[in-house]
């Protein structure tokens, strides 16, 4: 898959979402239905053709006690997981920046080296363990910042610059258009939208040097 099919794929998922999943012509949607899981699917089959071999969890709950951790995508090779993906809409930091920088960075060094049980919720096989590696960094993807102020992207930048020890942070597409932008069509956003190429190429880059030093030795 390519980044053009990615996000050509998220501006359908937003047209789709503004229509009722029913056929009944009596129903009309106030607002658009949530996308987040099958955004986070399309990312797995992305990420699934970038790294072979490599078993992809989406939202799987790893479990320590009572000690859960949820990412959206956790990359995993022989019970290693080497990297953990986050995919955002939009950034819900702002309000109270100092503890949102402070949480995120915790949640990164609470699973660096830790050994968590991966529960097997859909058969009867077993549990199985799987280990974190020590220098797990957080890979945060944002579908867009075409929706943010300057003041606003000026403020995230901070917050990104202040997490570079456990995370790293990229904009799929930028500026404008939004891929759900109304004013637009959908062949007109797929046309005109700014795709980071480069950007996602560097961040499936450095995944895969995560990857290959988790087995290095």
Known sequence: MTEEQLVHRIIDLYEEARSPHYASKRIVRGTSSCIS????DLFADYFADKFKDVEIYVNQCFTQG???????????????VFSIIEIKQDIGWNR??????AKNRDLVLGLRGQQRNLPNKYSK???????????LMRNVILVSDGNMSANRLQQNQRVFKSLRDTHRFLFLTTGKPHPNAYEMSCDERKSAITINHAG???IVEAIRKDMVQAFAG
């Open 96 to 101: 109270n920046q100092d503890e949102g920088v």
């Open 125 to 135: 096989e077993e549990n199985k363990k799987v280990t974190f590696v020590d220098d």
């Open 200 to 202: 996602m190429e560097s």
């Open 37 to 40: 899981s099958a955004t986070e």
């Open 66 to 80: 009572r000690k859960r951790g949820q990412p959206d995508i956790a990359l995993v090779k022989d019970d290693v």
